[in-house]
């Protein structure tokens, strides 16, 4: 029976969340934990076992809501008490010596200003409002006057405090920045969305605005965002005259604000430091595509004011360009490896960013007529981050009538075979991917190798793309069934393989041979199976033979699986080219690790907590082996946690299970159960030894 609580259990949830609160702030946004993460664990526990004993006492602003909200019909909007300026933007050092000369004038003084220099963030403008040290509201900046409100979902992202640190502000407390994801995140998350053949994000920025634009704060929460905070809204009970005085006090009450902000007392520091920021620019984790320059004095500030959309007060001096003009030289096609056929720009080499850039995609027919590319336009050329370089548009006004138009064109420059458009499911449309259906085109077939071998799927240490290609090239390749034909004698006829390498190849591929099920079918290049979709084939049908003999209705009939993807296995199982390929694959003594089939799934009613690095599973690919297995992956460890799985540098989560006599296994004893073994529990013994 759910209780309603008494003023202890009230009193006592009060304390933990204020706690967590402010361990939460200390850990996310000022990496600066006081306690371990098994205390932590231990309040968080605490703290859900009495949220869960007594649901009055749930409530959003809980150190365990970050979850997600139930999803929104449309977002609300809200007008901010101060207009979101822009800013102005400053390209050479002169802008900036003109901005501090304009600055000096309207302030009447001769006297150096005293200004902040700060990285100017590549993300989305936000404004978070807080009552009483309780963030109540988060909006976006809008048109700058009305924004979007989006706190359920900024209420996901764990560098933003749902909470500030005791007593830190009374009243109502509204301040900005800039919520970003870092590049690593973003990669990896573009990755997962290839093999679910999802599109892919342009760049971070535009990843982290899709993020925060879901109506399902469920989806926020699974996309790596950030923020840091630079500034306040209205907020009057402040009392600061010093932009850096309150970017400290922010700071203290518990927000995330940039390391790299500096305060500089003359404009030289302001040059230092950004020449600093540009040279740190492509180690940093994050995009940032400039630096602010503010007038540190709020006094000054107020004086100085603003104009129609950006104050006078800051500037944006942004680094040189990623942009560039240049020509197109020809227009090429590339074949990927599942066929697609991608139109690529060939240009005169410009230098963009600190880069040479002579290549630049055009992704598809529809974007050339759409932007109108011809062979010969002057176009503008933009390299945003680590990203391929793309064409923005075309400079017309450099037109000379000698522009040669482009056309797709009708067959596969790699093989020669018919290129197709498919039509789009449901629709009387068709795709705007042209792709070459030939199993055997030689460019598909390097991409394919590459793919085979790759990390995760054959896992062939040394057969990269420059290897892939040498080798098809020489013609010892013709199929990646071949792979398990190659010797050292043929190897060494490669151009500039020595003898080492050719030995550390072969014993990769030797050592490949033995793999299970999910990733031989993820490495077959299927299209539309990546590694879930794999895992869920390997799970259901628990051997090749019986994955071949199914048709397109019983594999609809799985969970997961649709129409499309039906057809795909299907339509590749049952090409004799395949699977003649799939018998010499099989014959060349590759060994399939088959997985017991899910009809009563091996983990049922097993949750198991992840922590610290496993030697081969990425921490989303273990989550999804377990959930496909039927178990569950839960965060936190507690009495109801069944496994834990260790990997290096595992921290307090360790300590936890075992103070709570949690079971501790490893990767290898995880991959036991999931194929329905037991752990051999001499396996789980070198961690528990390493704490006694
Ligand atoms: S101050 C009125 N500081 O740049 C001052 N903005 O072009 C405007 N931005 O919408 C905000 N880093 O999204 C400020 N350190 C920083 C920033 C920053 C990135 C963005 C922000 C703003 C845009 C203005």
Redo the contacts with the bound molecule.
């Keep these: 029976m759910d209780l309603p609580a008494n003023s202890i259990v009230r009193d006592r949830v009060e304390t933990l969340r204020q706690t967590l609160h402010r361990h939460n702030t200390l850990y996310y946004a000022q990496d600066n934990p006081e306690i371990s993460d098994a205390e932590y664990d231990l309040l968080m526990q605490e703290l859900m076992a009495l949220e869960k004993a007594h649901p009055d006492l749930q409530s959003p602003d809980s150190p365990t809501a970050r979850v997600g909200a139930p999803p929104l019909a449309v977002f609300e909007t809200m007008s901010h008490s101060l207009p ?4 102005d ?1 400053a390209f050479a050092a002169q802008d900036i010596i003109d901005f501090d000369s304009r600055v000096k004038k309207t302030l009447q003084t001769q006297d150096t200003v005293l200004y902040t220099a ?8 936000v404004e978070l409002v807080y009552e009483d040290g309780k963030l109540v509201m988060a909006s976006t ?1 809008g048109d700058g006057m009305t924004g979007e409100v989006i706190t359920a979902n900024v209420r996901t992202i764990r560098s933003v405090p749902l909470q500030l640190h005791a007593g830190a502000f009374e009243g109502r407390l509204e301040v ?3 919520i970003i994801m870092n590049r690593k995140g973003f990669e990896k998350m573009n990755r997962n969305r290839e093999d679910e053949n999802l599109p892919v994000f342009a760049n971070p920025r535009n990843a982290a605005a899709g993020s925060l634009r879901q109506l399902d704060s469920m989806i926020t929460a699974t996309r790596p965002l950030d923020i ?1 905070i ?2 306040t809204g209205l907020t009057p009970g402040l009392n600061s005259d010093s932009h850096w005085d309150v970017l400290n006090r922010l700071k203290s009450m518990g927000f995330k604000v ?1 390391p790299l ?1 500096r305060p500089c007392l003359t404009l030289d520091q302001v040059m230092e430091c950004y020449r600093e920021l540009e040279e740190s620019r492509s180690g940093l984790p994050y995009d ?1 595509d400039g630096v ?1 320059i ?1 007038v540190d004095d709020l006094r000054y500030q107020e004086i100085l004011g ?1 104009k129609a959309r ?2 006078r007060w ?1 500037i ?1 001096w942004k680094f040189q360009a990623v942009q560039g003009t240049t020509q197109v030289l020809a227009i090429e096609i590339q074949v990927g490896r599942t066929g697609v056929l991608t139109p690529v720009a060939h240009l005169e080499p410009v230098r963009i960013g600190g880069v040479w850039v002579s290549r630049a995609t055009l992704h598809n027919e529809e974007e050339i007529q759409r932007k109108d590319i011809r062979i010969g336009d002057t176009v503008f050329v933009e390299r945003a981050g680590d990203v391929i370089p793309k064409v923005v548009k075309v400079v017309i006004e450099k037109r000379t009538g000698d522009e040669i138009p482009f056309q797709m064109p009708a067959a596969c420059p790699a093989c020669g075979s018919q290129a197709i458009r498919l039509s789009i499911e449901n629709s009387d449309r068709l795709e705007s991917a042209l792709r070459c259906f030939n199993a055997r085109c030689p460019a598909q077939l390097k991409e394919n190798i590459i793919h085979f071998a790759s990390k995760r799927a054959f896992d062939m240490d040394g057969l990269g793309e420059k290897l892939a290609g040498q080798l098809v090239d020489a013609g010892l390749l013709t199929s990646y069934a071949d792979i398990f034909q190659l010797n050292l004698e043929n190897l060494l006829k490669i151009n500039r393989m020595g003898q080492k390498s050719a030995e550390n190849l072969i014993s990769a591929i030797d050592r490949s041979k033995k793999i299970q099920l999910n990733r031989f079918l993820y490495s077959l290049g299927i299209r539309h199976v990546g590694e879930n979709i794999a895992d869920i084939l390997a799970r259901k049908w628990g051997s090749l033979n019986a994955v071949m003999q199914q048709t397109p209705e019983s594999l609809t009939a799985v969970e997961g699986i649709g129409r499309t993807i039906a057809e795909s296995v299907h339509g590749f199982f049952n090409d004799p080219g395949n699977r003649e390929l799939l018998d010499r694959i099989l014959e060349n003594g590759v060994e399939i690790l088959t997985l017991p089939q899910s009809a009563g799934k091996t983990l049922d009613g097993k949750s198991f907590v992840l922590t610290g690095t496993l030697p081969n599973l990425t921490r989303s690919r273990a989550r999804a082996l377990i959930e496909a297995a039927g178990g569950k992956v839960s965060s936190a460890v507690s009495r109801n946690t069944s496994y834990l799985v260790a990997g290096e540098a595992a921290g307090s989560k360790l300590e936890t299970a075992r103070k709570i006599g949690v079971e501790i296994i490893d990767e290898s004893a995880l991959m036991q159960l999931l194929e329905g073994n037991l752990p051999d529990p001499s396996l789980s013994r070198p961690f528990q030894q390493g704490l006694v």
Excluded: C, T
Excluded at 84 to 87: E, G, K, R, W
């Design positions: 979101m300026l822009s800013l933007n700060e990285p100017k963030l590549d993300g989305v403008a900046r900005r920045g800039e840091f630079y500034g940039n902000i940032i602010v503010k603003e950006s104050p800051a944006a």
